[in-house]
């Protein structure tokens, strides 16, 4: 099961406010390319597929929610992983932490 951290779905509501489109939902995908093979690309998206994976998760203040959105292909690939938000010295950035990646890059 995939699945989205509270300070991510923060982050995803943090940014619907700050450009005024609280109907965006952020679709998580993989393509090929990179130098393990794969890589991640996140984009915010107003369309749902009928099937694309939903995932929706309350963001801290209980009232609010967000949805993460994930293609079929790119769910098979997705599984289990975590996708979360850090901020710190090396800047701000969603993170996927994913238990099936063999290998990872850091460029």
């Not at 923060?10 to 450009?19: F, G, M, P, Q, V």
């Not at 107003?46 to 939903?54: M, P, R, V």
Request: overall charge negative.
């Amino acid at each position: 099961m995939t699945t989205l951290t509270l300070q991510a779905a923060d982050k995803i509501h943090a940014l619907r406010t700050e450009d005024g489109k609280p109907h965006l939902n952020l679709r998580v995908y993989v393509t090929g390319g990179g130098c393990s093979g794969f890589q991640y690309g996140f984009t915010f998206d107003d369309t749902i597929a009928d099937d694309d994976l939903i995932i929706q998760q309350a963001c801290s203040d209980a009232n609010t929610s967000v949805k993460l959105l994930i293609d079929p292909m790119s769910a098979a690939y997705l599984q289990q992983a975590e996708i979360d938000y850090s901020a710190g010295l090396e800047g701000e950035r969603f993170i996927i932490r994913n238990a099936q990646a063999k290998t990872t890059c850091g460029c």
